[in-house]
C-alpha cells in the first residue's frame, strides 16, 4: 500500500467526525478582515451596511444583480473576497441573484439560523463576517443546492475587468 493511500484512508473522518464537524461553528480564513462598526458604515451604504452587517434583506426585484447575465465574479462588498462566478448563477424567480455553487467551498462560510418559524442556513463572507444570505436544498443541478444572496452584499467584477 503506497504512503499516499495509507495517509488517505487515516485522515478520513469516521461518521461520529463528520458529525461534530457539521456542528462545528463556521470555518474561517486566516487573513480575517475585521473593522468596527464605524469603519464599516463609513465605507458602505446604508443597505450594504444593514444587509452585511445587520442580517437585513433587501426587498426582492430591487437589487442590482438579480437580473444580472454578465460574465464576471462576484465579490463580497465589504472585503474583495471572490464569492460566486457568473457560470454557476442561475435565475431562481425570486428576485434575489441565486448561485448553485461557491467559487470555492472554503470561500463561504454558512451556520445555523434559528427564527421564529424555521430554521435557514445563513451564508456568510468567511473573511469579514459579512451577511450574505442563505442557502436553501431546492436549487437545480449539479448541485441542488439555492445560494439567495443579497445584491447589495456583493460587488460584481466584469470578465474584461477582473484582471485589474
Ligand atoms: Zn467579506
Redesign the pocket.
Known amino acids: 500500500m503506497s504512503l499516499t493511500l495509507v495517509v488517505f484512508l487515516w485522515a478520513r473522518p469516521s461518521p461520529a467526525h463528520r458529525a461534530e464537524l457539521a456542528a462545528s461553528p463556521p470555518k474561517l480564513m486566516k487573513d480575517r478582515?475585521i473593522k468596527t462598526e464605524e469603519e464599516w458604515k463609513k465605507m458602505l451604504t446604508s443597505e450594504q451596511f444593514n444587509v452585511t452587517r445587520r442580517k437585513g434583506t433587501e426587498r426582492a426585484f430591487t437589487g442590482a444583480y438579480w437580473d444580472n447575465h454578465a460574465a464576471g465574479t462576484y465579490r463580497?462588498v465589504?472585503?474583495?473576497?471572490d464569492l460566486f462566478g457568473a457560470a454557476d448563477k442561475f435565475d431562481s424567480g425570486t428576485g434575489w441573484p441565486s448561485f448553485t455553487q461557491p467559487v470555492a467551498a472554503e470561500n463561504v462560510a454558512t451556520r445555523p439560523d434559528r427564527g421564529l418559524f424555521m430554521t435557514r442556513t445563513e451564508v456568510l463572507?468567511p473573511?469579514?463576517?459579512?451577511h450574505l444570505g442563505h442557502v436553501f436544498e431546492d436549487g437545480p443541478a449539479p448541485t441542488g443546492l439555492r445560494y439567495c444572496m443579497n445584491s447589495a452584499a456583493l460587488k460584481f467584477v466584469k470578465k474584461a475587468e477582473e484582471e485589474k
Open positions: 478582515v463580497c465589504c472585503c474583495g473576497l463572507c473573511r469579514c463576517d459579512a
